[in-house]
């Protein structure tokens, strides 16, 4: 079975600072990686994702990613966060069978310092 | 192009009673998620749907909870007689391709 771990439960930084969230993910097989982001009342939005190819994937709002398959991590990064980058960050895992359901992290709240 | 659209948003229930949840996919969608978050964890997988076929159900628990999708209509979480174990917030997802899965505000549930 799949299992992902997300190392850090909250994360406090003041604007500017460079942010790196932990992802390991436990599986055999070929995977799909995800990030995804919940801004405050807000629905679940998709950063960025990773099938294949450049293990350097670049998502949306200066978000970066990188697969280090040996590590079986896909860490999350941004080198100068913002205030408006305060959410909770989930990290997704999916096996290339059929039916693709998406097995979570629980999450990491990130809260940016004004 | 509206978003997964989910209603209701919040649903109170009293233990014993039955709350349906209602997933309206994107257009051009037929693949549905449900999946669960309880207070504290993240997002688990309850069940997988086409229309009018469950193809994955692995995640549901196997009484009280049940999925459809059908040819017309949204598609539908059912829990019967919930318990207060069941207070969490539904989320529903769609998807056109298997690849990536787009995600509806949520229900959140709360049985007193």
């Known amino acids: 079975a799949q299992s992902v771990s997300q190392h850090n439960h909250h994360v406090i930084l003041s604007e500017a600072a460079s942010l790196e969230l932990g992802c390991n993910y436990s599986y055999g097989g070929t995977v799909n990686l995800f990030w995804y982001v919940q801004y405050p009342g807000q629905h679940l939005q998709l950063l960025l994702k990773y099938f294949s190819g450049d293990p350097l994937v670049k998502g949306i709002k200066g978000f970066e990613a990188e697969f280090i398959k040996s590590k079986f991590s896909f860490n999350l990064r941004k080198p100068s966060v913002q205030w408006s980058d305060t959410a909770e960050y989930f990290c997704a895992v999916s096996s290339s069978g059929s039916a693709r359901q998406l097995t979570f992290g629980s999450g990491t709240q990130l809260t940016v310092l004004p | 192009n509206a978003g997964v659209m989910q209603n209701p948003r919040h649903l109170v229930r009293r233990r014993g009673q039955e709350a349906r949840l209602r997933c309206s996919p994107m257009?051009?969608?037929?693949?549905v998620y449900w999946y669960r978050q309880l207070p504290e964890e993240g997002l688990k997988f309850m069940v997988y749907?086409?229309?009018?076929?469950?193809?994955?159900e692995s995640g549901m628990p196997k009484e009280r909870f049940s999925a459809e999708f059908p040819k017309e209509g949204p598609s539908i979480l059912r829990i019967q007689q919930v318990v207060r174990g069941d207070s969490a917030a539904y989320f529903c997802?769609?998807?056109?391709?298997?690849?990536?899965?787009?995600f509806g505000p949520g229900t959140r549930l709360t049985v007193t």
């Open positions: 749907l086409q229309k009018e076929n469950i193809i994955d």
């Open positions: 257009k051009g969608h037929s693949h």
């Open positions: 997802a769609s998807s056109p391709d298997l690849n990536e899965q787009y």
